[in-house]
């Protein structure tokens, strides 16, 4: 299944054909969090809004979507040709006009085709106005598949990121409590041996007591246990991208996840390396938490 972006634009039109002018429709998409429908029609196509909402919520689930129609007025820029019918009838009413009243003047020739315009038929427009609807929606939708394939792979760069500082970090991790349980146990024991000089505190003691707190304090800062957590979140963004579909809000959510496990990351370093390996993996969540807006 695809993934779609809520980002779009697409344009399609009816032929005109005689009088009938033709029907151009253009259809933009951006995001937002429910779908968001906007219509602009002329007035002799306001009755087909609820066909086109229908089409349009047939078709999307997310985004601001504005759907305009126009018809391309050529008829009205070109003169009509009147027809026998209309120029006998408009005869028959000058001529009962004047003879009531013998002073007033004769059509002119403009007013004429004027008249002979107004007097023609309503040209239906319903049919080629909704077949060009009904391609320009088409056209947005594979728009928005176009652009979702794209955003798609620009997040999967994103996580492959990720999983490479990850690697990155994982080795560093063992080396860096051990080192900082080392100075941790040789400040502990400076502090003893000022403790033990000023009372009788049993050496035995205070060596398990300095054990257990170097072991406490390696358990806080070894951070294994977020590195695991975020390498499951990049499993389910994977997974999630690859089955396709409307994935945005949960997407949304697996991107908070990670953020959080980076700033515990962050917070419990150590050592500069893992601190400029949080850096990194920030940059890259916030990058891929900016795409992940434009899904559906």
Request: glycine share 6%.
């Amino acid at each position: 299944m695809a993934v779609y972006s809520m980002t779009g634009y697409a344009q399609a039109a009816s032929e005109g054909s005689g009088q009938a002018p033709a029907v151009t429709v253009e259809a933009r998409s951006v995001n937002g969090r429910f779908l968001d429908l906007a219509l602009r029609l002329p007035d002799e196509l306001r009755a087909l809004e609820p066909a086109l909402r229908e089409m349009l919520t047939a078709g999307f689930r997310r985004g601001k979507i504005e759907l305009r129609l126009a018809t391309a007025r050529e008829a009205e820029s070109t003169l009509p040709v009147p027809t026998p019918e209309q120029l006998n009838r408009l005869a028959h009413q000058q001529a009962a006009v004047r003879g009531w009243l013998p002073e007033a003047r004769s059509l002119s020739v403009n007013e004429i085709l004027q008249w002979c315009r107004g007097g023609s038929a309503p040209v239906a427009l319903d049919e080629p106005a909704l077949a060009a609807a009904r391609r320009c929606i088409d056209g947005l939708r594979d728009a928005r598949a176009r652009e979702g394939a794209r955003l798609v792979a620009m997040l999967l760069a994103r996580v492959a990121r990720l999983r490479e500082l990850a690697a990155q970090a994982a080795p560093l991790i063992p080396a860096v409590v051990q080192r900082q349980q080392a100075r941790f146990l040789e400040r502990w024991n400076e502090v003893l041996a000022t403790v033990q000089a000023a009372a009788a505190v049993p050496a035995q003691s205070l060596h398990e007591r300095a054990m257990g707190e170097a072991a406490a304090y390696a358990l806080r800062i070894d951070v294994a246990e977020e590195l695991s957590r975020l390498a499951s979140h990049l499993d389910e963004i994977e997974r999630l991208l690859d089955g396709g579909g409307e994935l945005g809000k949960r997407l949304e959510f697996l991107i908070q996840e990670l953020q959080r496990e980076a700033n515990t990351l962050g917070s419990k370093s150590a050592a500069l390396e893992l601190t400029t390996i949080s850096v990194e993996m920030k940059v890259a969540i916030e990058q891929m938490r900016e795409q992940v807006q434009n899904l559906e």
